[in-house]
């Protein structure tokens, strides 16, 4: 919601054999998935939970972040002191 954009959490599902050459090499590991997509206003549009392979195809509807900055302008609730922080960091380089 803070960056009032779309987010792909992207996350690996299933049983995994360590790599050869790794201290727990032979061992399994296991990830537990959950792949989301979430929109800019923070509504899961997608979970795709821990089956494998699992793939969804989601639309990114550019007007609907026009529309969330538009209902709430975080923008303007930046303080001041934040900007003096990055003209100062921007003339360092």
Known sequence: IETQCYLVAAAQAGKHNLPSGDA????????????L????????????GTEVPALDVIDIDLDEIQQV???????????TAMHIFDQ??????
């Open 24 to 35: 727990l090499s032979g061992r399994v590991r296991e990830s537990f998935g959950h792949s």
């Open 37 to 48: 997509v979430v929109g800019p206003f923070g509504n899961v549009l997608t979970d795709l």
């Open 69 to 79: 900055r538009a209902k709430m302008p975080i923008q303007q609730h930046r303080h």
């Open 88 to 93: 100062a960091r921007e003339t360092e380089k």
